[in-house]
C-alpha cells in the first residue's frame, strides 16, 4: 500500500528529525508527505522579527530536503500558525505590529515559494481556542492576505481554523473565492463536512484517526478528501497525534472491516494526493 500524508511536521531541533522519520514512513508504504513549519518556539523560542521567522522556514526546507534525499516525494509548506498571532499579542505588541510582523513574514515566505524553495504557505487562519476578538479579526485580516498570495503563486494553501462546522467551511470558500486561490486544503478537517468542501472549491485533509476516517467513508463516493498525521514529532507529546507510519495500517483495518475498498485507498492516498499537490505518484 502506498500512503500519500497531506500534513505532517518535522522537529530537526528536538524531535525524531527528518531522517529517521523519513525511513519510518517509507518502510511502511509512505511515498509522498507535506510537512509544515511548526510554531516557532517548537524550535527554540518566539520569533519576534521577520528574520527570525525565515530562520524557522528554512529549518523546515532543509529538514524536507533531507527527506527527500530519504525517498519520500514531499512538500514544504512554510508559514506563520494562528497560534503565533495570539502569542505575540499576549506580549504586548500593538495589533498594527503583529500584523506588519506577520504579514512581513508571509511575504517572505511567498518570496521562498516563488524561488522554489519551499511549495505551498500556510498553515494560516484562526485559533482553533479561544481567543481574544482582536486578534481573531487580526487572524482574518493575515488569512485574507495569504489567501491573495497563494492566487498569486498558483501555490497550495494550508487552512487551520476552529471546527465550526458547514459555517466555518463555508466562510473559508467565500474567502477563497474573493481572492481567487485555487488549491486551498482544509488542515485538519472535520470529517462530516469534506463534501461540502468539495462542492465548495475546497480540499480537505482528515485526520488519521481510525473513528474519524470512518466518519468520513460515510459520505457519498467518489471519495474526494486527503488524510493527514498531523505529526508533531514532539517527544513530549508521543500520543497527540497520529504516527505517518500508523497510516497504513489504519487503512488496511478498513479494508479488512469492508468499510472501503483497494481502489478506493490508492484514490484517497496516491491519486488525491498527487493531484492536488502536483506531484507524480511513483
Given amino acids: 500500500m502506498l500512503v500519500g500524508d497531506a500534513h505532517s511536521h518535522v ?12 525511513r519510518r514512513f517509507k518502510e511502511s508504504g509512505g511515498w509522498f508527505i507535506a510537512v509544515a513549519s511548526l510554531l516557532s518556539w517548537s524550535y527554540r523560542g518566539l520569533a519576534k522579527r521577520v528574520e527570525d521567522y525565515v530562520e524557522v522556514f528554512k529549518l523546515n526546507v532543509e529538514a524536507v530536503e533531507v527527506m527527500r534525499r530519504e525517498g519520500l516525494v514531499c512538500a514544504a509548506i512554510i508559514g506563520v500558525h494562528p497560534a503565533e498571532v495570539v502569542r505575540l499579542m499576549e506580549t504586548g505588541l500593538k495589533r498594527d505590529e503583529v500584523e506588519g510582523l506577520v504579514v512581513g513574514a508571509y511575504e517572505a515566505a511567498a518570496r521562498m515559494v516563488k524561488e522554489g524553495q ?13 481567543a481574544p476578538r482582536e486578534a ?20 497550495p494553501v ?15 470558500a467565500r474567502r477563497a473565492r474573493a481572492k481567487k486561490a485555487r488549491r ?8 462530516h463536512v469534506w463534501r461540502r468542501a468539495a462542492e465548495l472549491g475546497l480540499a480537505s485533509s482528515i485526520p488519521a484517526r481510525f473513528k474519524d476516517l470512518v466518519e468520513a467513508l460515510r459520505q457519498p463516493r467518489p471519495l ?37 475498498s483497494v481502489p478506493d485507498a490508492d484514490r484517497i492516498l496516491v491519486d488525491n494526493v498527487a493531484g492536488f499537490y502536483g506531484v507524480e505518484p511513483p
Fill in 224 to 260: 474526494s478528501f486527503l488524510v493527514e498525521s498531523d505529526y508533531l514529532d514532539d517527544p513530549k507529546r508521543p500520543g497527540a497525534v497520529v504516527a505517518p507510519w500508523s497510516i497504513a495500517s489504519s487503512f488496511r483495518k478498513l479494508i479488512y472491516q469492508g468499510a472501503l
Fill in 118 to 130: 519551499a511549495q505551498g504557505l500556510g498553515e494560516v487562519g484562526r485559533p482553533h481556542f479561544p
Fill in 11 to 22: 522537529n530537526p531541533v528536538k524531535g525524531l528529525g527528518p531522517s529517521r522519520l523519513a
Fill in 184 to 191: 486551498v486544503l482544509l488542515h485538519h478537517a472535520e470529517p
Fill in 158 to 172: 494550508h487552512i487551520h481554523v476552529e471546527r465550526g462546522g458547514l459555517a466555518t467551511v463555508e466562510d473559508v
Fill in 136 to 155: 481573531v479579526e487580526l487572524c482574518n485580516v493575515i488569512l485574507d492576505h495569504v489567501l491573495e498570495l497563494a492566487h498569486d503563486l498558483d501555490c
